[in-house]
């Protein structure tokens, strides 16, 4: 068997998409990390305080005064755009292709998640925070005879529920995104030719 040079060839992308993939699936993977953080260490020891001092945390997890509340927006955003290009760029019914698209829906649809049921969480609890900004951090028993799901504590661990689901969102569609790059390099047979008879021996 004789070969040419070149025995395999992996198809490059050029450096400006490698970029672009790096960037989305790291800040992505982020994402999933800061969120899952949030909602599996925090939450938990935050509900441990009186709900005057939980709600002077919770704008303070949140960061309320600053950019923070735009990192998910601006990470989805960038994936979807990535992502959803390159996904674009794949031959149609490949299964790279599908995995591209599946992971850019799934950042797409954290938006309207975030908005639609976590929002109105958030909207009653920086109102808590605003409300009990006055009242004594150790006062425990300021909420009593407020529903459950309307104290400081229920609407926090609700919020918490909520960011969980985000955080798997944003986690399954970084892992998808990894697979479709992975997928893609493939080594292909480049020019390999076959002899036989008496050709083996020349």
Same mark, same amino acid.
């Not at 997890?61 to 674009?88: C, E, K, Q, W």
């Not at 798997?168 to 390999?192: H, N």
């Given at each position: ?43 938990? +020891? @935050? /509900?441990?305080?009186?709900?005057? *001092? &939980? %709600? ?11 950019? =923070? ?38 950042? +797409? @649809? /954290?938006?309207?998640?975030?908005? *639609? &049921? %976590? ?11 605003? =409300? ?39 986690? @399954? ?30």
């Amino acid at each position: 068997m004789s070969t040419t040079p070149g025995l395999f060839y992996t198809e490059q992308i050029s450096t400006g998409l490698c970029a672009a993939q790096v960037i989305g699936l790291t800040t992505t993977a982020f994402l999933a990390g800061k969120t899952f953080t949030q909602s599996a260490s925090a939450t938990p +020891a @935050l /509900l441990e305080a009186p709900a005057p *001092l &939980l %709600a002077r945390q919770w704008r303070r997890l949140t960061n309320n005064t600053s950019s =923070d509340r735009l990192i998910a927006p601006a990470v989805a955003l960038i994936h979807t755009g990535v992502f959803g290009y390159l996904a674009y760029k794949e031959p149609s019914g490949s299964r790279t292709g599908y995995l591209y698209t599946t992971s850019a829906s799934l950042l +797409a @649809l /954290l938006l309207p998640y975030t908005a *639609l &049921l %976590a929002g109105p969480i958030v909207q009653k609890l920086d109102r808590k925070a605003e =409300d009990l900004s006055g009242a004594s951090l150790t006062d425990s028993k300021l909420e009593e005879g407020i529903a459950q799901e309307e104290t400081v504590h229920g609407l926090l661990d609700q919020w918490a529920l909520i960011n969980l689901g985000g955080s798997l969102i944003s986690g @399954l569609g970084a892992v998808l995104a990894a697979w479709a790059v992975v997928d893609r390099v493939i080594a292909v047979p480049a020019g390999i030719k076959f002899a036989s008879g008496a050709n083996r021996l020349g």
